[in-house]
C-alpha cells in the first residue's frame, strides 16, 4: 500500500492516463504529421452553403403556399379612408413581410451608425 493519493489502487494504470508530454521539441515530428492531407475529404464552401440556403428558401416558400391556400376566407382591410378585401394568408403574409422590412431598415441604420463610429475611432487611434 502507498501513501501517494493520486497512485492507482491496484498498481495497474492511471485511470487519467499518462501525463501531459509537454509542448513539441522541434524537429520532433511523427509519421501521421508529414502526411499530406485527404484529398478524398469534401470540405465545406460557399457554394454548399448557397445550395442550403436555396433549399431551405424553396421549403420555406412551400409552407407559406400551403398557409395562403388553406385561409382564402376575405378580410377587409381599411387604412385613411380606404377600403379593401385580401385574402386572410395574404393580409397576414403582408404584415410579416413589412414587419420584416422595418426590422431590416432599423438595423441597416444600426449598421451604419457603428461603422460610422469604428471609422471615427480608427482614424483617433492612428494619430
Sequence with gaps: MTTDPYAS?????????PPNPGPPVPGDFEVADRTPPDVNKVH???AAAL???VIAGL????ILLVFIAQNTEPA???FFGWQW?????VAILLAAVG??????????????QLRRA???NYKAAMR
Aim: glycine residues 14%; proline residues 7%.
Design 9 to 17: 489502487p491496484a498498481g495497474g494504470q492511471d485511470p487519467l492516463g
Design 59 to 62: 421549403l420555406i416558400l412551400i
Design 51 to 53: 445550395w442550403s440556403s
Design 99 to 112: 414587419g420584416g422590412l422595418i426590422a431590416v431598415m432599423a438595423s441597416i441604420a444600426r449598421i451604419f
Design 76 to 78: 377587409v382591410m381599411q
Design 85 to 89: 378585401s385580401l385574402p386572410l394568408g
Design 44 to 46: 465545406f464552401t460557399r
Design 118 to 120: 469604428a471609422k471615427k
